[in-house]
């Protein structure tokens, strides 16, 4: 009999891929915002602080314990 613990991580797991997807779009428009305009401070600053949050979730993502090795 599958646990609700199984969907549980599976859900996070698709929550976590579709934040890191956003997050990539919006570090992809920084990049441009900054491209555009290299004297830009504020564009700068956005891509600053998009970019670590972005790579943690990915980090994250990659790191999660897959299904079978959470402990019971």
Not at 15 to 34: D, S
């Amino acid at each position: 009999m599958p646990s609700s613990h199984s969907s549980t991580t599976i859900s996070i797991k698709s929550i976590q891929a579709e934040a890191c997807a956003y997050g990539a779009k919006c570090v992809a428009l920084a990049r441009v915002e900054v491209r555009d305009d290299p004297s830009d401070a504020t564009a700068k600053r956005d891509l600053g602080s998009l970019a670590s949050p972005v790579g943690a979730l990915r980090m994250e993502a990659s790191n999660s314990p897959s299904p079978s090795s959470t402990p019971r």
